[in-house]
């Protein structure tokens, strides 16, 4: 059974940082695609940051690019985003969520191809 595991979350003033973990595990090919979606209230899941493990893509949503980067540490089957530069408007519920689904050597940003996610956890930004 595929699950992820996701911590790191907490409450900062904007300008602040934090780093999310996702863990894997239960999967039986080694290298996929990881994403993270995040939803605030009364708002719909979007997609913010996407990379392949087996490294050569990422991919960023207009609104974190060049304050969110989005790595990993395949020894440690764990996907991280690294959050700088916060802002109140980042303030969601975020779920990190995998996929095996590539198209031409980069990864779907179609969160119905997103079959396995974590819990979500909760990152709120104060003015």
């Known amino acids: 059974q595929v699950q992820l595991v996701e911590s790191g979350g907490g409450s900062v003033q904007a300008g602040g940082s934090l780093r999310l973990s996702c863990a894997a595990s239960?999967?039986?090919?080694?290298?996929?695609?990881v994403a993270w979606f995040r939803q605030g209230p009364e708002k719909e899941r979007e997609g913010v940051a996407f990379?392949?493990?087996?490294?050569?893509?990422?991919y960023y949503a207009d609104s974190v690019k060049g304050r969110f980067t989005i790595s990993q540490d395949n020894a440690k089957n764990t996907v991280y985003l690294q959050m700088n530069s916060l802002k109140p408007e980042d303030t969601a519920m975020y779920y990190c969520?995998?996929?095996?689904?590539?198209?031409?050597?980069?990864?779907?940003?179609?969160?119905?191809?997103?079959?396995?996610w974590g819990q979500g956890t909760q990152v709120t930004v104060s003015s």
């Open positions: 239960g999967y039986t090919y080694s290298r996929f695609c």
């Open positions: 990379t392949y493990t087996g490294g050569g893509y990422t």
């Open positions: 969520a995998a996929t095996g689904i590539r198209l031409g050597g980069t990864c779907s940003t179609a969160r119905y191809d997103y079959r396995t």
